[in-house]
C-alpha cells in the first residue's frame, strides 16, 4: 500500500489527497451542518483517524442517485429532486468510511462505519466551501470521481477541524 492518505480540514471545509510530500488533490468540500461530532443521530462529522472501509460506484455515471450504498439506475436532475424533496442525495461514488479510533470513532454509539458516514458526489447546485450535509462530506461530482480512482480500501482518512 502506498503511502496516500486523506485529510479533510473542516474548518477550511477542504479535502486534500496527500503523497509523501506531494498533493494529489485538493478541492473543496462541505461537511455537517450541525458541525463536527462522534455520536449515533447527531447529523455531525466525525473527527480523528478513519480509514477507507469500502468503494462503491466504480463506473458509475456522474449523477448516478445511491439508496444505501446501491445504485438505483436514477441519475439525478432537477426533476428527479422534485419528485423526492426529501432524499439525501447520494451522487456518482461512495467512499465509506471506518474509525480507528476505539471509543472515540469506533465501536459503541460513535462507530462512524455504523452511522454510514461516507464521502460522496453531491449535486452540482448544492454549495461547497460551507457546511451543509448530515454527517457526511459531501463533494462535487467531477472531484469525487477523480478522488475515487486514487484511493484503495485501507486508504488512512484523517478529519480535523
Request: hydrophobic share 35%; net charge negative; aromatic share 4%.
Amino acid at each position: 500500500m502506498s503511502d496516500r492518505r486523506v485529510r479533510i480540514h473542516i474548518g477550511t471545509q477542504r479535502l486534500e489527497l496527500l503523497e509523501g510530500n506531494e498533493r494529489l488533490v485538493a478541492c473543496p468540500v462541505s461537511t455537517a451542518a450541525k458541525g463536527a461530532g462522534e455520536r449515533l443521530g447527531s447529523e455531525q462529522t466525525p473527527r480523528g483517524m478513519h480509514r477507507v472501509r469500502e468503494l462503491i460506484g466504480a463506473g458509475a455515471p456522474s449523477g448516478a442517485v445511491f439508496v444505501a450504498r446501491r445504485p438505483t439506475g436514477e441519475i439525478f436532475t432537477p426533476e428527479l429532486r422534485a419528485t423526492h424533496p426529501d432524499r439525501d442525495w447520494i451522487l456518482t461514488r461512495v467512499i465509506w468510511l471506518s474509525g480507528m479510533e476505539p471509543g472515540r470513532n469506533l465501536g459503541g454509539p460513535v462507530d462512524t462505519s455504523e452511522r454510514h458516514i461516507y464521502i460522496h458526489g453531491a449535486p452540482e447546485d448544492e454549495p461547497m466551501s460551507a457546511p451543509g450535509s448530515h454527517g457526511c462530506i459531501r463533494m462535487r461530482n467531477d472531484d469525487v470521481v477523480e478522488l475515487f480512482a486514487l484511493l484503495e480500501v485501507g486508504t488512512p482518512v484523517r478529519i480535523e477541524e
